[in-house]
């Protein structure tokens, strides 16, 4: 089983409006409102892609209620901690006129300690009947920077290939405890190393060579330009198929969705990029965020370019 870990679940709301504007009154045309959040994206693109997984984390209040319900429908097993306070609302607001997105997220609920030690006994549980944990997303209020460093450390202690896609010092911290793969975009892998270096390949070298980055699998994600990755010494230059894009928000989720599937099969990690670049690709044909079409998988993969440097 893969096991998607949600700590900061969403209800992931798409509007799409004719032209973004400020101080403007603005109808929206259409709009999507989906169980989101990291985590829970990638659980339903491992769905999509027809393979079983459980989506955990927290859920609270009515919002809690829609994604427990969401999932329910979209028949993805979930077991999430209830928390007090409302999950956050994530709202994506995309221009018709020329694509462009703009992402108002909300901090989410604060969660206690008795919420975290409930929460901690049942990932351990989960994680011995998971062949691979993909942990996702921000962290909410109350939760300690280095909380994913503790789950890393547990899934990896009861046998589990853990997945890492988070950023700042939640990103840090959790590198740590050496999870087999992270997934940094341009911007949080420039976070993790202190600066910004304009050049991919040196940027993931500096990564690689960290102090007490002990990580087999590291993946910068480029966007449309697809991904950089180092595994166990050897470097790979992806590049993802030209297409129209729609809505890129959910890719790096569906990326993370690809390479779970294909870690827990273990294919080899050509495959499992070319895979998984091919599912982050799909996923922005797609109106909604964290939504994919199989059949876009199985065309978009002929077209992925994977070269060894
Ligand atoms: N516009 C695009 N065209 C084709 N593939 C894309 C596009 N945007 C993203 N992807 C694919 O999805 C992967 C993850 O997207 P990215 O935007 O880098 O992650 P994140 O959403 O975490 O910032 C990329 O490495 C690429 O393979
Ligand atoms: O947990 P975070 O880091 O606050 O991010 C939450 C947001 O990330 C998303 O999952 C999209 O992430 P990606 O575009 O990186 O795949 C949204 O759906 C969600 O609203």
Redesign the pocket.
């Known amino acids: 089983m893969i096991t998607t870990v949600?700590l900061?679940a969403?209800i992931?709301k798409t509007y799409y409006v004719p032209l973004f504007t400020q101080k403007s009154v603005m109808r929206v045309q259409r709009f999507y409102a989906?169980a989101?959040?990291?985590g829970?994206?990638v659980a339903r693109v491992i769905s999509q892609l027809g393979k079983p997984v459980l989506a955990t984390g927290f859920a609270g209040g009515f919002n809690g209620r829609f994604i427990r319900q969401e999932l329910d429908r979209q028949q993805i097993q979930h077991d999430f901690v209830e928390v007090a306070g409302e999950s956050?609302l994530?709202?994506?607001i995309i221009n018709e006129l020329d694509g462009i997105s703009t992402?108002i997220?909300e901090p989410?609920p604060v969660i206690s300690d008795t919420a975290m030690e409930q929460f901690t006994v049942k990932f351990k549980e989960l994680a011995k009947r998971s062949v691979v944990v993909c942990i996702?997303?921000?962290l909410p209020a109350g939760v300690p920077k280095d909380f994913y460093a503790k789950l890393v450390s547990l899934a990896k202690g009861e046998g589990a290939v853990v997945l890492l896609?988070?950023?700042g010092e939640a990103l840090q911290r959790g590198a740590e405890a050496a999870p087999y793969l992270i997934k940094p975009?341009e911007q949080e892998a420039a976070q993790l190393i202190g600066k910004s270096v304009s050049d991919a390949r040196e940027m993931i070298e500096q990564l690689v060579s960290m102090e007490r980055m002990n990580i087999p699998c590291i993946t910068i994600s480029l966007g449309s330009e697809g991904s950089l990755a180092y595994v166990q010494g050897a470097y790979y230059r992806v590049k993802p198929p030209l297409i129209d894009a729609v809505n890129?928000?959910?890719?790096?989720?569906?990326?993370?969705a690809g390479m779970a599937v294909c870690i827990a099969e273990g294919r080899s990690i050509e495959e499992s990029l070319r895979y998984a670049t091919a599912v982050g690709s799909a996923?922005a044909l797609n109106e909604k965020?964290?939504y994919i079409n199989k059949a876009d998988v199985d065309e978009l993969l002929k077209q992925v370019k994977v070269v060894q440097l």
């Open positions: 949600t900061n969403a992931d989906e989101g959040g990291k829970i994206n956050r994530c709202l994506n992402e997220l989410g996702s997303g921000s896609d988070t950023s975009n890129t928000v959910g890719c790096g989720d569906s990326f993370m996923n965020a964290g």
